[in-house]
């Protein structure tokens, strides 16, 4: 079992310091032109979006599961939900497709990585890669029987640039 947690307030703060201000000007100008119960509406409202920057995020590794806990709400996920993974600047991505794909950002997970610890970072890679190794050499051996997939065929060649459609 792995967990760690990542709190992204306390690793840049002066962009909380910045956002916090401008916040706090946009919360004032409610109160002033809108009245209380606006800015009370809309302080609620950034709140709730804006969670995920401002509340820790722990994240638990199980042999079986991954746990999201974001404080507002807490996220149970399979294993066996995802076929694939892929690093980014600031975490890895958990895809459910075996080849990347637009959805990626709405079917699959973003998992932060914490920012100052290099051993614990590699610690987690390292177990996303265990957990993804036996799909991928199976994917792979199946690549290598059946051969290279067919080329995509481009949208833009099933069109007829020259048709008037007006």
Sequence with gaps: ?????????????????????ILGIFILFLVVFYGLAWAVLAAVVLFASL???FLPTR??????DIVIDKKLFKNKLEWSR?????????GIVLSPFTKRNFLDNF???HLLLPKDD???TE????????????????????EAVAGPA?????????????????
């Design 1 to 21: 079992m792995i967990n760690w947690q990542v709190h992204r307030a306390k690793e840049y703060p002066q962009k909380t310091i910045a956002v916090s201000i």
């Design 51 to 53: 969670n995920a920057y």
């Design 59 to 64: 994240y638990t590794f199980t042999d079986t």
């Design 82 to 90: 995802f076929r694939k993974y892929y690093k980014t600047t600031t």
């Design 107 to 109: 079917r699959g997970i």
């Design 118 to 120: 290099l051993k614990k």
């Design 123 to 142: 610690e987690i890679v390292a177990f996303i890669i265990r957990k993804f190794e036996p799909e991928q050499k199976n994917q792979n051996q199946q």
């Design 150 to 166: 067919p080329p995509e065929k481009n949208i833009s060649d099933s069109i007829d640039r020259n048709k008037n459609l007006g």
